[in-house]
C-alpha cells in the first residue's frame, strides 16, 4: 500500500457543487499538506498542519476548506466548487524536524486527485 | 525570502546522452533544496536532497545536483539518458522547520530514441 493515499483519483463535478478530497497516510507523519498543481506554475499551498489542532492556510486558501480528522488523516473540501478550481490536487506528508542543523524534511506525496468542474 | 527559477521548461535529449536541468534559486537563509520527478499520472518522487553537507548529492536512478553557493545555483545532471527519465522534474527551496517548500514552474524533459 501507499504511504501516502488520496482518493478519489479522479473527480468530474459541475459548479456550485461541494466537493471532498481525502488523504490519508502510514508515514506516522506529524506534518501534512494540500498543493495544488496548474500547467506552467508548480505547485502551491493551499493548506498545511502541523498537528490535528493546528491548521493554517497557505498562499491560496480562498474558496477551500480543510479538516485534519487524525493524525493520519487530512481531508480537503471545495464548499461550492467553480471551474477556476479545476487542477491537479496532492497531498503531502513531512516528519517534524529532527533540529537545527538537520535540514529540511522530505515532502512525501500522495498520486494525486485530478478534479475537473463543469 | 526564497525564490526558485528553472531556467528551461521544455529539454529535449537523445538516449544516451547527458542531461542538464538547470536550478538557480534565492534564499536569505542556508537552503535546503530538493529535486523531484514526476512521471505522467503520478505523484512526486524525491530523487535527492541537499542539506548543507557534501555540496555533490547523488540521487536515484544515476541523478546527481551540485549545490553552487556562489552561482546560487542547483542543477540536476545525468550522464546518460534513458527513456524512462522522460517526465518533468521539479526543483524545490526550503529552510529548515518552515511549512514553506517553494516550486519551481517544472522542467518537462523528452528523451528521444
Known amino acids: 500500500d501507499a504511504d501516502v493515499t488520496q482518493t478519489p483519483r479522479n473527480r468530474i463535478t459541475k459548479t456550485g457543487k461541494r466537493i471532498m478530497l481525502e488523504c490519508s497516510q502510514t508515514?506516522?507523519?506529524?506534518?501534512m499538506y494540500w498543493y495544488r498543481q496548474d500547467p506552467g506554475l508548480g505547485l502551491r499551498l493551499i493548506y498545511y498542519?502541523?498537528?490535528?489542532?493546528?491548521?493554517n492556510k497557505g498562499e491560496i486558501s480562498d474558496g477551500y476548506s480543510v479538516s485534519r480528522q487524525a493524525q493520519a488523516k487530512f481531508s480537503l473540501s471545495l464548499e461550492s466548487a467553480i471551474p477556476n478550481q479545476t487542477a491537479l490536487y496532492f497531498c503531502?506528508?513531512?516528519?517534524?524536524?529532527?533540529?537545527?542543523?538537520?535540514?529540511?524534511?522530505?515532502?512525501?506525496f500522495g498520486a494525486g486527485s485530478r478534479l475537473t468542474v463543469l | 525570502a526564497q525564490s526558485v527559477t528553472q531556467l528551461d521548461s521544455h529539454v529535449s535529449v537523445s538516449e544516451g546522452t547527458p542531461v542538464l536541468l538547470r536550478c538557480n534559486y534565492s534564499?536569505?537563509?542556508?537552503?535546503?533544496l530538493f529535486w523531484y520527478v514526476q512521471h505522467p499520472n503520478k505523484g512526486l518522487q524525491l530523487l535527492l536532497k541537499?542539506?548543507?553537507?557534501?555540496?555533490l548529492v547523488k540521487g536515484i536512478n544515476g541523478f546527481e545536483a551540485e549545490f553552487k553557493k556562489s552561482e546560487t545555483s542547483f542543477h540536476l545532471t545525468k550522464p546518460s539518458a534513458h527513456m524512462s527519465d522522460a517526465a518533468e522534474y521539479f526543483c524545490?527551496?526550503?529552510?529548515?522547520?518552515?511549512?514553506?517548500?517553494?516550486f519551481g514552474t517544472g522542467t518537462r524533459l523528452k528523451v528521444l530514441a
Open positions: 498542519s502541523f498537528d490535528v489542532k493546528d491548521i
Open positions: 541537499y542539506t548543507s553537507a557534501a555540496t
Open positions: 524545490v527551496v526550503t529552510r529548515s522547520g518552515t511549512y514553506k517548500y517553494i
Open positions: 503531502a506528508t513531512s516528519d517534524t524536524p529532527a533540529g537545527t542543523g538537520s535540514g529540511a524534511n522530505v515532502l512525501t
Open positions: 534564499s536569505s537563509y542556508s537552503p535546503s
Open positions: 508515514k506516522g507523519h506529524d506534518r
